[in-house]
């Protein structure tokens, strides 16, 4: 077995992926990596009431938080080895709500541009009928370890 500090970033996301795609929060907030490629990423989950604002609908951190995974695992996966890497900025634009209604969406992340220390992503949510709930862009740094 390969160490996880020898593996590229991409090795490091299909293992993932492999393992069952949920990190640690998306045992909490019910979302999990779908995909992976090179430059890619998609997650997936399903809004319930556990992340529903005082207002009764879906919290907007929800969506803020699978766009952030979807762009965060779509820079990794162009990572080296000896990388790692930390959001420094995300912009998130909501287009409709979500509710326990909703089911199940989509994040899809893609690197735009992977500069020697910054990477610039962009993602949109989706339900799965295609339509946009909310989009971003993200400003990655990446870190030599």
């Known amino acids: 077995m390969t160490a996880v500090h020898d593996q590229t970033g991409l090795e490091r996301v299909r293992a993932l992926l492999a393992a069952g795609g949920r990190p640690p929060i ?3 907030l019910e979302f999990a990596l779908v ?3 090179l430059g890619r990423a998609v997650f997936e989950g399903i809004p319930g009431r556990f992340a529903y604002n005082p207002i009764g609908s879906v919290h907007g951190g929800y969506a803020a938080t699978l766009l952030d995974s979807a762009c965060g ?3 990794a996966s162009r990572l080296e080895a000896d990388e790692s890497f930390t ?3 995300l912009k998130v634009a909501y287009h409709r709500s ?3 209604e ?3 969406v989509r994040a899809e992340g893609t690197v735009l541009t992977m500069g020697r220390r910054v990477a610039y992503c962009e993602a949109k949510l989706t339900d799965m009928e295609g339509r946009l709930i909310a989009s971003a ?3 990655l740094l ?3 370890t």
């Open 26 to 28: 998306g045992e909490r």
């Open 35 to 37: 995909e992976v490629e």
């Open 73 to 75: 695992i779509a820079t």
């Open 87 to 89: 959001t420094l900025e």
């Open 98 to 100: 979500m509710d326990e």
């Open 102 to 104: 909703t089911g199940p």
């Open 137 to 139: 862009s993200s400003t």
């Open 142 to 144: 990446r870190i030599r």
